[in-house]
């Protein structure tokens, strides 16, 4: 693969010839509908042969999804990934499972005919969809509540040909850090005794002593050697109620797994990567400005219909640009194939285990194609 970068004066025929490439598949790998526009400092992946064929080493690849996931987006998906995700099941105080309310069976049953390993993801979300800490507390200071809700888990993992679990626990109190990891400690401990791995996802720290409430209540060290694997979440550095940044820049990202592999065996560690960015309007107002998320494929049709150039964050390794809609200034970062090549060259150099995707429920082809040309993908 090859990875092109739009200049003036390129058409979709050009880049074709110039590469010997057919155009259609240029399209088809980059999602480019016809008349094929194409914006100045579009990344566009170019399928070239290669003469050498070197070494690919072998990787396990995540990706969360909801239960209503498009059919066509997860089939398309599920040949790149080792383990899908299903976001989310709860629990209630006394342990109890709350599975997802739309059904999962079919996910499930489509990941099992692709080979990929079908994961329950337990979270502590409340009625609305917040991360709840008070039903963590209430969850890791009691052992019946544990002993309830593993063995509900279990029944579970086996009716539902479930192949392991993932714990997603944020902003747990401080004072609860060793309680949850012990808690993780005992999942891991009981499911692995049925053949059931089990992955915790921690908060992107640089520092044992971070503080704030996304940091202070997940011990890597502990986490490390009580999961069987573990998922940095590195991205949401911008986010939906921030100032316009990336939402992963990858100096953000090396200091997290520099810090992290001094307390967890890289064999345990996936690196987080982001399939989406976000829309601010400007001005940025702290507090009332709110960004729309959108699919990165997206950017680059928003960047079309507005006539904008997209630039490049040589230190984020991420792309942007600026347009104006109506009246209004708007500042757009997302993903392209060469963010999600310099996140790749880190997960190389530093030798992880992986890769989890938060999350795939729009396809971004060309990342699962470049994906595929770099690394073997694990499958069961």
Not at 114 to 125: A, E, H, R, W
Not at 218 to 236: F, H, I, P, R, V
Not at 321 to 343: L, Q
Request: charged residues 20%; contains cysteine.
């Amino acid at each position: 693969m090859e990875i092109y970068v739009v200049k003036q004066g390129d058409t979709i025929d050009r880049i074709s010839d110039k590469f010997n490439v057919p155009a259609s598949e240029i399209a088809f790998i980059n999602q480019i509908s016809y008349p094929y526009p194409l914006v100045i400092g579009q990344a566009l992946l170019i399928p070239v042969q290669d003469i050498l064929q070197q070494y690919k080493r072998e990787v396990n690849v995540n990706g969360y999804a909801y239960p209503y996931i498009n059919s066509k987006v997860l089939q398309t998906t599920l040949p790149y990934l080792t383990d899908l995700s299903v976001f989310s099941y709860g629990f209630s105080e006394q342990g109890n499972l709350i599975p997802p309310s739309t059904d999962d069976t079919g996910m499930i049953n489509a990941a099992l005919e692709f080979g990929t390993s079908p994961v329950l993801t337990l979270t502590p979300m409340d009625s609305q969809g917040r991360f709840n800490n008070n039903l963590i507390s209430a969850l890791v200071s009691s052992d019946s509540a544990q002993e309830n809700l593993i063995n509900e888990m279990l029944e579970t993992l086996q009716a539902k040909n479930f192949m392991g679990a993932d714990v997603d626990f944020e902003y747990i109190k401080a004072e609860d850090r060793d309680l949850f990891t012990s808690f993780v400690a005992r999942l891991t401990r009981e499911l692995n005794a049925y053949g059931y791995p089990v992955s915790v996802a921690l908060a992107p720290k640089t520092s044992s002593g971070q503080k704030g409430l996304l940091y202070e209540g997940k011990d890597y060290g502990g986490l490390g050697a009580a999961a069987n694997s573990c998922l940095l979440m590195t991205y949401e550095w911008g986010y939906k109620y921030s100032e316009p940044m990336a939402v992963a820049p990858i100096n953000k990202v090396r200091q997290v797994v520099e810090y992290a592999v001094t307390q967890i065996p890289r064999n345990k560690i996936d690196l987080g990567i982001p399939n989406y960015g976000y829309d601010w309007p400007l001005p940025y107002v702290q507090g009332e400005t709110a960004a729309t998320t959108i699919g990165n494929t997206q950017a680059v049709q928003i960047a079309a219909a507005n006539g904008a150039q997209i630039q490049f964050d040589e230190t984020a390794q991420t792309p942007y640009f600026n347009y104006t809609s109506e009246g209004i200034r708007h500042e757009v970062w997302f993903e392209d194939v060469r963010s999600m090549d310099a996140k790749f060259s880190l997960l190389e150099e530093f030798g992880l285990r992986g890769m989890g995707y938060w999350q795939i429920m729009r396809l971004f082809l060309a990342n699962w194609v470049l994906l595929e040309s770099r690394f073997n993908i694990i499958k069961n």
